[in-house]
T-cell receptor
Framework: GENVEQHPSTLSVQEGDSAVIKCTYS??????FPWYKQELGKRPQLIID???NVGEKKDQRIAVTLNKTAKHFSLHITETQPEDSAVYFC?????????????WGAGTKLIIKP | DGGITQSPKYLFRKEGQNVTLSCEQN?????MYWYRQDPGQGLRLIYY???????QKGDIAEGYSVSREKKESFPLTVTSAQKNPTAFYLC??????????????FGSGTRLTVV
């Protein structure tokens, strides 16, 4: 089945700088890769996603890149702001027990220093 | 207003007691999921259901039970066999038949504490 690894577990950046979080996946058949943001005590919310037929997708200050050959994808946040502080989870759509579902990375705690 | 509703927001369980967490969605999603999240940790899958009257164990099903009698509802029971149930429980749903939307929608969670 699918396995997703996420790095780093904690990332601290200065406000205004960029942040990059990386994930690798194991199943070459995976075709959908979302990123979720979870603020303290709240639910995870989808912030951006990418499908396997696309190499890059942008939405204002956030972007996701996908390298299918290397089986990794990354979240890029530019011009970071205090409200970007949260835990970010990557996921890959893979097969578990013959059913498609999202397989999650362990999460990255992003800390924006003022 | 479509969404997924979890209740209660906070729940306190005494030792040896069974408690049930509610999860209801009006998104017409086929699939529903229960996750457990411990402080500072990731999402661990407890149970999932792809269709009414069918469900499968996830990675940490021991001490938990579920039912899926209606498409809209997927309640989770934390039994007395779960020795360390204090955690944040998240319910999610997805439209597994929609190629344009594979993402999950999460409820706002239930924080369970053993007293």
């Amino acid at each position: 089945g699918e396995n997703v690894e996420q790095h780093p577990s904690t990332l601290s950046v200065q406000e205004g700088d960029s942040a990059v979080i990386k994930c690798t996946y194991s199943d070459s058949a995976s075709n959908y890769f979302p990123w979720y943001k979870q603020e303290l005590g709240k639910r995870p919310q989808l912030i951006i996603d990418i499908r396997s037929n696309v190499g890059e997708k942008k939405d204002q200050r956030i972007a996701v890149t996908l390298n299918k050959t290397a089986k990794h994808f990354s979240l890029h946040i530019t011009e970071t702001q205090p409200e970007d502080s949260a835990v970010y989870f990557c996921a890959a759509r893979g097969i578990m027990d013959s059913n498609y579902q999202l397989i999650w990375g362990a999460g990255t705690k992003l800390i924006i220093k003022p | 207003d479509g969404g997924i509703t979890q209740s209660p927001k906070y729940l306190f369980r005494k030792e040896g007691q069974n408690v049930t967490l509610s999860c209801e969605q009006n998104l017409n999603h086929d699939a529903m999921y229960w996750y457990r999240q411990d402080p500072g940790q990731g999402l661990r899958l407890i149970y999932y259901s792809q269709i009414v009257n069918d469900f499968q164990k996830g990675d940490i099903a021991e001490g938990y039970s579920v039912s899926r009698e209606k498409k809209e509802s997927f309640p989770l029971t934390v039994t007395s066999a779960q020795k360390n149930p204090t955690a944040f429980y998240l319910c999610a749903s997805s439209d597994r038949g929609s190629p344009s939307n594979y993402g999950y929608t999460f409820g706002s969670g239930t924080r369970l504490t053993v007293v």
